[in-house]
């Protein structure tokens, strides 16, 4: 049998359900948890008030079938920085793993620390808005809505950013080491600042041509880079061309062949050698030959070019 209305759904101000935050709201998710079950899809039951945490008093705290204990904070209003400091407090002190803020108005900063604490840490957050609903004369109800909990994605994008960051790491002590160890063959480098990412140059002698040491996981490799700035696409090319006529003097004095790379459609091009057998994910005690190798690749290099740059007089 089909109805022949439909009720408008309206918003209640939650103050006039519940009265006060503690005594009224908290008593009343306590007796009433499914309602936050089904919303978040978590079977949380023997819910308890007020546990201690250290020197705090948890809202809620109870127990969930696939993620142990967890904490519930509640707050009827806008989300605020200290809510947020007492939810991570209450986790590490109950030593729970899930912690659920329920909040009347999320702010964006809150909930993108909700999911950079998803992403970054162990234990699993949800930040819930709450609202108060009726239709018509019907008693108000509560609606949750999930605004950002954990998954199989944010974790994923977690470890991720976690394998960045640990890449940064070994590789500013990657080119620490390299710089110091080349200083004893040459100079090229040894002003330059260690950086994080996977290469460090150094002036050829001219603008926009640069000797750069370049590393990924598993490979090293030197070059010359060419790239004089924007819309210079044609003075790259004619550089790497006439370097190019005299490919052979340059390999030869080189001692070895030189991988001369021009891109069409892209305005940078270069000359390189590589190295394969390991990159800065090696093991540390291979660090050493690993860069010695390169580094007298470059010095190689340098050598080998610098005559041919000198005769362009391309100029500082």
Not at 57 to 65: F, I, R, Y
Not at 118 to 126: L, P, R, V
Not at 193 to 221: C, H
Request: charge should be negative.
């Amino acid at each position: 049998m089909s109805r022949t209305s439909v009720g408008k759904l309206a918003r209640v101000d939650l103050r006039e359900v519940w009265v006060h935050e503690a005594k009224d709201f908290t008593q009343w998710l306590q007796k009433n948890i499914d309602v936050l079950n089904e919303a978040l899809d978590l079977n949380l039951s023997n819910v308890n008030r007020e546990q201690a945490g250290g020197s705090f008093n948890v809202d809620l705290v109870a127990e969930d079938t696939d993620r142990g204990i967890v904490i519930i904070e509640n707050q009827l209003e806008k989300s605020n920085h200290d809510h947020l400091g007492k939810l991570i407090t209450y986790l590490t002190a109950v030593d729970a793993q899930a912690a659920i803020w329920i909040v009347s108005d999320p702010r964006p900063e809150h909930v993108a620390a909700i999911a950079w604490l998803n992403e970054s840490g162990s234990a699993a957050f949800y930040m819930v808005k709450v609202e108060a609903v009726c239709i018509g004369d019907s008693p108000a109800a509560a609606l949750f809505t999930l605004i950002v909990g954990p998954s199989q994605e944010t974790r994923d994008a977690g470890q991720a950013k976690k394998k960045i960051a640990e890449s940064r790491i070994i590789l500013k002590d990657w080119w620490t080491t390299v710089i110091e160890r080349s200083a004893k063959v040459n100079r090229l480098h040894a002003h330059i600042t260690p950086s994080d990412y996977t290469w460090i140059g150094a002036s050829a002698g001219a603008r926009g041509l640069n000797l750069n040491y370049v590393v990924t996981q598993d490979e090293r490799a030197a070059e010359l880079y060419i790239d004089r700035g924007k819309n210079s696409d044609d003075e790259n090319k004619s550089i790497f061309e006439k370097l190019l006529a005299h490919r052979a003097d340059i390999e030869t004095a080189f001692g070895e062949a030189l991988s001369w790379e021009w891109q069409e459609g892209r305005r940078a091009c270069r000359i390189r050698h590589t190295q394969g057998g390991g990159g800065y994910r090696s093991p540390k005690d291979k660090w050493p030959f690993l860069q010695d190798v390169i580094i007298k690749d470059m010095d190689r290099l340098d050598k080998a070019i610098r005559p041919h740059l000198q005769q362009l007089k391309l100029g500082t």
